[in-house]
């Protein structure tokens, strides 16, 4: 049985537990003479949730337990001769699952039961000829041991879920018995449903838990493998990135660190001017007919999707500085530039700056500017001379989150900061960041086993390690100080 | 001397003198430059929808060519049989020269005297037409021996020209168009053979070969994208609301909160490509999930979304007043009675306020569907759902980086027309959720 029926006859034995649930209860009261404890609902729902809860994990479970098992158990099929000189036993194991799910349709073109498949009387010949038939192409004949391979691939399969079918529904139906049979009138209904409930509430809260946990572990895990292949040093401290296909790479991430803190740094100077103003000028100055047009109007800029600033700086923006500025001063013929991304991503960061240092000017307590106003100030000396300086901690912390922003950002620098890692000063330069590379190095077919795919992983962790401490820090920062003035 | 003070005070107050000036001019400036600010952000926002308008909207019309084909019975089915397994053995090339012929004989028939040969003059049709030809004649073998008419889409250099993409001058410098084939595309378009009209192909169509953008849509990656917004509505909206429960209204003050409470505004931070590595990482190395499939895109995604509509449920949550909990606590409701049967449904809107919210950002996210998979060049719609949930699929934004790879600067313009298209769901998504609270929004 599939997983969709499996669910949808799992959801209908909760609804038939609920109804019996509930008649069950309404009928031995009426029997007995007791009343319920609970409203009759209640009885339903614990036979429900019994049959349904249980029964959906386990299900989940088990389709992420299956494949894994499954591969370790195939995987060790493989004789290592057969893996192809310089080839990966991974890359073989692509081919059994392709052939494992060819094999379904060649059976049923052909009209083959499953006994000559398991019997290894097959024709074996023309295996290839015939999974092409059938649009499995594979690249190369295949040995008798990955066929044999293929099968016991495709029968555990069969039985897994064969096995996962009746696992399931016979929990669904064994706990719904169970509950069912323990309805008596006393029986505290509500209380147990609540008490079950609840727990779903707090097992829900833990996937945030669940989530960095998972994000940590493939980052630390992915890395420590890097390393183990590629010395650390030689990652941190190199200024050459050059990664080969054939081996003998150099991954320093010093070019892309300095792509990424360049295009920031360029970002930052045009959000946090252009941001800070128009959060003074909408806080203090603008009535509220401009107020009620441009604020909404700066949100959308960060409701926009990335990949929409990364179109507008690849079509638009980065031809126009390459033809207007760069090629006239003859600074570069590059239309992907420093300048570029970071113009664009400046643009995308303003709402940031601006919403956040809106708040924070807001959160200046009135009296210090009626203080400076009742000595004579003007309203922007009250602004340079008092809010400013009073608020500043709270902007430092928006610039902090804004440049944490900035340096997680990729779509724009992937088009357009360009492809090459460059430790220059010409912003009209390509340069490329820690984000385009991760993107560059994990795209396309990634084999696990080679250290220019795996530094990706290790770029995954510094980056996560930067945003992250950046993040703290302004969080910390903002509420520090918030509770100066609360 | 209290007389002088009055005196240049009085000045001050009415004319300034110097320093008063200054002060009140550099007030000026300041105000002006706040101006300025606001100008900028403002016109920074309608260069890109200009920009992305005026280069995009032109996909959404078509340069096609009707005429009338001869689907002769001599090639496309030999044996006479009209066997299906015999037809589809002729294949695209086959069908290529049923379009040549009939092109040469409508221009003959509108008496043209082009110097083109009869095969330059089919290259204005697209390659991508014998492929629809002969999918028409499969669906319909019993129209073999007739005469059909037929809208076949120009080639990408024609359509280019009617858009300004494509000049006499670039041409000549082209190998793949000659300036006497634009001139024959004029002389076309005025007898009526080549017409430009909407396109829906856009929208239904699936992703083409670089060689064809002219034939190129985002209907896969329309699916794709809408399969990934049921997954992680069905995932985030449940799991997003119960977490948002536990901890507004029933977690205890120690550290295991604290912590989870740590997490969330972590992960909302978290740069969106790291959630993109943890995909491939978890889910498709380690669970053994297949790549490029929307169920990898939804729950990666899903994950993403889940901080956003956590933050927008507890405001939601924490705004519906105490009183509504005592009130239905003093009648006797238990808590949890209160909570579902009061508090949740008059945060409602709210709630669903903040998913529509995370959701239109979980359409845009590109970085992280780039490392699971979805770039592949897919072509095939994926199945009904859930067995679909697990094919090959495209994504609307990941399509528009697709184009914006390929060479052809016709992608460029197709990348646009996507863009307009994700655009016009977000906007479509944000109305809702504006109208959702103006009506619905109750202020304690």
Sequence with gaps: MSVGSIVLVVLVLAVVGYVLGRRRALSTSAATGTRLHSLPGYYGQTVALFVAVPALLVLAAWLFAQPILIENRVRGMIPDSVIPEGGARSLVMADVRNIAGGLDAVLRRDALNEDALVNGNLDFSNVRVRLADVGVALGSDVPREVFDAAVTYRQSAKYGSIGMTVVVLAIALALGAWS???????????????????ALLIASSTIAILTTVGIIFSLVFETANFFRMYPASEFFFSTVWNPQFRGGSDLGIIPLLWGTLYVSFVALLVAVPIGLMIAIYLADYAGSR??????????????IPTIVYGLFALITVGPFLRDWIAQPMGLGNSSSSVLTAGLVMGVMIIPFVSSLSDDIINAVPQAMRDGSFALGATQSETIKKVILPAALPG??????????????????????????????????????TITVKIVSQLTGDTEFASPETLVAFALGLTLFVFTLALNVLALYIVRKYREQYE | MTDAIAATQGKAALSGDARTRRRHAAERRFRMMGLLAVALGVLALVGLLFSILSSGLSSFRQTYV?????????????????????????????????????????MNDKGFNSQLEAGPAAELVSAEAPAILRRYVLNNPDQIGETVEFNLLASGRIDGYYKGRVTMASAELDRNISPEQLQLADELKEAGILTTRFN????????????????????????????????????????GVAASIYLEEFAPQNWFTDLIEVNIAN???????????????????????????????????????????????????????????????????????????????????????????GLAQALGETAPLLLIGMVAFVRDYPAAPPEGFFDPASALPVQVYNWTQRGDPAFVERASGAIIVLLVFLLLMNLIAIILRRRFERRW
């Design chain 1, 180 to 198: 069912l049979m323990r309805i008596k009138p006393k029986l505290r209904a509500r209380n147990v449903s609540e008490n079950f409930i609840q």
């Design chain 1, 290 to 303: 401009l107020r009620s047009f441009a604020k909404p109007a700066i949100e959308i800029l960060a409701g």
């Design chain 1, 395 to 432: 902007i430092v912390g928006a610039i902090l989150l804004a440049a944490s922003r900035a340096i997680g950002e990729t779509m724009i620098v992937v088009l357009g900061a360009g492809a090459a890692a460059r430790l220059d000063l010409n912003p009209f330069e390509a340069m490329t």
């Design chain 2, 66 to 106: 009707t005429m009338d084909i001869y689907l002769d019975p001599g090639i496309l089915d030999k044996a006479g049989n009209r066997n299906p397994e015999d037809l589809a053995k002729v294949t695209t090339f086959g069908y290529a020269p049923l379009i040549k012929n009939s092109l040469a004989k409508a």
């Design chain 2, 200 to 239: 829906w192909d856009f929208l239904t169509a699936p992703d083409a070969s670089d060689t064809r953008p002219e034939a190129a849509g985002v209907g896969v990656a329309i699916l794709g994208s809408a399969y990934m917004m049921l997954i992680v509505l069905a995932l985030s909206l449940p799991i």
């Design chain 2, 267 to 357: 992960l909302a931070a978290v740069p969106s490509i790291v959630f993109g590595i943890l995909g491939l990482a978890a889910f498709i190395n380690f669970a053994g999930l297949p790549q490029s499939a929307p169920i990898v895109g939804g729950l990666v995604l899903a994950l993403m979304t889940l901080p956003t509509i956590i933050i927008a449920t507890r405001a939601a949550l924490k705004a519906v007043p105490p009183s509504i909990r005592s009130a239905a606590l003093g009648v006797g409701a238990s808590k949890m009675q209160a909570i579902f049967h009061h508090v949740v449904p008059l945060a409602m809107p709210g709630i669903l306020t903040g998913t529509i919210i």
